[in-house]
């Protein structure tokens, strides 16, 4: 056994852990919400960054695996059509409750009448939940998940009203290879997965891409794949 393949098998073990720690944790803060509080008690705070943090890794091994499969060929890359309604309600779904606990609006806009696309729902459902959660994590007061059509392609967009992201994450993009950046203790795994699952979409000569930056939405940051 390489060890890629064992990291894998590890990862692979570890998330399943992980995701049991996180379902035991989302019961604990619907029993606390059960209780009505006016004002999230102390338990409620930091119940949901335990969950917070939990998920993060959760979805870090995720991408781990999911990069590990595409690099190895073993990936069943499979692009199905999806009704964009449907998709959205689905990853809003997964952050909900912890928007709710930290008192955030959960926003979600939409163009009438948009058709259903074609992409690898799994690999685009992990991107998005990623980026809305780390939204969620910064956002002053509100988030919000946006579909809309341009240039002949799918824009979904992740936006708050946070800070932003720092000068030097705009500055380094979505590098294929990157250390750990000594500043943050950032591996860049999220930003290279999201990279890499866009790139897998394809039609004609155009491919899928990302991009980040401030205030195009919001007054925070912004997060956008592309799919054509």
């Known amino acids: 056994m390489n060890i890629s393949t064992f990291v ?12 049991v720690i996180a379902a035991y944790l989302e019961d604990v803060l619907a029993q606390l919400a ?12 930091s119940t949901y960054q335990a969950l917070y943090e939990t998920q993060r890794v959760n979805g870090n091994l995720v991408q781990l695996m999911a990069i590990f499969k595409l690099q190895e060929g073993m990936y069943p890359f499979q692009p ?15 952050v909900r ?21 074609f992409f690898d729902r799994d690999l685009v459902n992990s991107v998005v939940v990623q980026s809305l959660f780390n939204s969620v994590r910064y956002a002053s007061t509100k988030v919000q998940l946006s579909l809309r059509i341009r240039d002949g392609c799918l824009e979904i967009e992740v936006a708050d009203d946070g800070p932003g ?3 030097f994450m705009l500055e380094q993009g979505f590098p ?36 980040l930056s401030n205030g195009a939405t919001l ?3 912004s997060f956008v794949i592309v799919l054509p």
């Open 97 to 117: 409750q912890l928007a709710r606990l930290k008192g955030l609006k959960l926003l979600c806009a939409a163009e009438d009448g948009m058709p259903a696309w």
């Open 80 to 94: 199905t059509e999806v009704l964009l309604d449907e998709f959205a309600d689905e990853v809003l779904d997964r």
């Open 34 to 45: 059960q209780a009505d509080l006016a004002q999230p008690s102390q338990a409620a705070a």
């Open 176 to 211: 294929s290879r990157q250390g750990i950046d000594v500043r943050t203790g950032s591996t860049g795994l999220g930003l290279f997965f999201s990279r890499m699952a866009a790139g897998l979409h394809q039609r004609g000569e155009a491919s899928g891409s990302t991009r």
């Open 219 to 221: 007054a925070g940051g």
């Open 165 to 167: 992201f720092p000068d």
């Open 8 to 19: 894998a098998a590890a990862a692979h073990d570890m998330k399943n852990s992980v995701s």
